[in-house]
């Protein structure tokens, strides 16, 4: 199942308290994504979703609800989600132990 550490919990609050502030309706929730592309061949997505989709795995992590589509679902199986601070910049990071292999950013995968 996918996780998420304190720190990503605590980015995703704030970017939907910020989001719901400046939208009239309700987040649906957190959707989590695998999609073709980046540097290692994979790459992980996220986008707050008005709506859920009727096929989409329904996850509360940390009082978030996260939404998985079922491709994705599989490639994130395992997945801890957490969000750092570095000096080349902050940002969210996918750790798969799954992965055959990933690109130093730790956005991207090889399967």
Do not use: W
């Not at 940002?91 to 950013?105: D, H, I, K, L």
């Amino acid at each position: 199942m996918l996780a998420l550490t304190e720190t990503a919990a605590e980015a995703i609050k704030t970017a939907i308290t910020s989001a719901a502030a400046s939208s009239e309706h309700p987040l649906a929730g957190l959707r989590i994504m695998v999609t073709s592309g980046g540097c290692a061949g994979l790459q992980y997505g996220m986008a707050l979703e008005l709506q859920r989709e009727p096929d989409d795995q329904v996850i509360e992590a940390n009082g978030i609800t996260i939404l998985v589509d079922p491709d994705s679902a599989i490639l994130l199986e395992d997945v801890t989600v957490d969000f750092v601070n570095r000096l080349e910049g902050s940002g969210f990071q996918f750790n798969n132990p799954n992965a055959a292999s990933t690109c130093s950013c730790g956005r991207s995968y090889c399967g």
